[in-house]
């Protein structure tokens, strides 16, 4: 095989990878497989789509070598395949709130006036977390905290905080953090803290990319 057609078939390949991430629905999937293994009908209900339509949007995924199915008796199970895939979709992020312009006005007006403060980076938090500067709150369902989480992390769902506060001590910074940069739960989260009285921020990212970045988790 000579050079240039090495090179086609390798960018052919690469080029499959590509159509399977150009559908915001799939894009959507591979963040809740991120937070921990789902099974389809969970993912369709997080979705907001038919089990059929997820099940083939997750076989896309998956011959593209994205996600990573196992089957329980009549059930199938997805995962995400690595990290590498993580980092593709917050570089896929990244490169559009920079290049394109519809993917920034977007995150300015629905996502960046809802935060008064920067957003905490991960080193950042890291070490604050280390000295016990701040109280790190998870607000994900149970069931993706129990799947993997920051190290001392609070759980408490967004839906249960206003019950929960006693397990945040006042007198110290609260960081909550999520699914990823456009999960709106720990925007929810840090409102709900700002107004009592709590002195709140988010993390920038979420805890598949904290977790894709090599940080420790638990």
């Known amino acids: 095989m000579s050079t240039e057609n090495l090179k086609r078939s390798l960018y052919g390949a690469l080029a499959k990878v590509a159509q399977a991430l150009a559908n915001a629905n799939r894009l959507q ?24 339509n997820t099940s083939q949007h997750l ?12 089957k329980e008796g009549q059930r199938v ?22 290049r ?3 993917v920034e006005k977007l995150v300015r007006d629905f996502i960046g006036h809802r935060d008064e403060l920067e957003p905490i980076r991960a080193a950042d938090l890291l070490e604050r977390a280390r000295k016990g500067l701040v109280t790190v709150l998870d607000v994900r369902p149970a069931e993706e905290f129990a799947a993997g989480h920051l ?3 609070v759980n408490i769902p967004v839906d249960r ?38 002195n709140a921020r988010r993390l920038e990212d979420g805890y598949p990319e904290w977790k894709a970045a090599g940080l420790p988790v638990e």
């Open 29 to 52: 999937l591979l963040e809740y497989v991120a937070q921990g293994e789902r099974s389809v009908e969970q993912l369709a209900a997080m979705a907001g789509l038919t089990v059929a």
């Open 59 to 70: 076989q896309a995924l998956r011959q593209a070598g994205l996600v990573v199915p196992h």
């Open 77 to 98: 199970f997805y995962s995400i395949a690595g990290d590498e895939v993580v980092q593709l979709h917050s570089a896929l992020r990244r490169a559009g709130e920079t």
């Open 100 to 102: 394109a312009a519809e």
């Open 151 to 153: 190290p001392g992390a």
């Open 161 to 198: 905080l206003t019950s929960g506060l006693a397990k945040l001590p006042k007198k110290r910074e609260v960081v909550a953090y999520c699914r990823g940069p456009y999960c709106l739960m720990s925007f929810e989260a840090v409102q709900k803290l700002r107004k009592r009285g709590w």
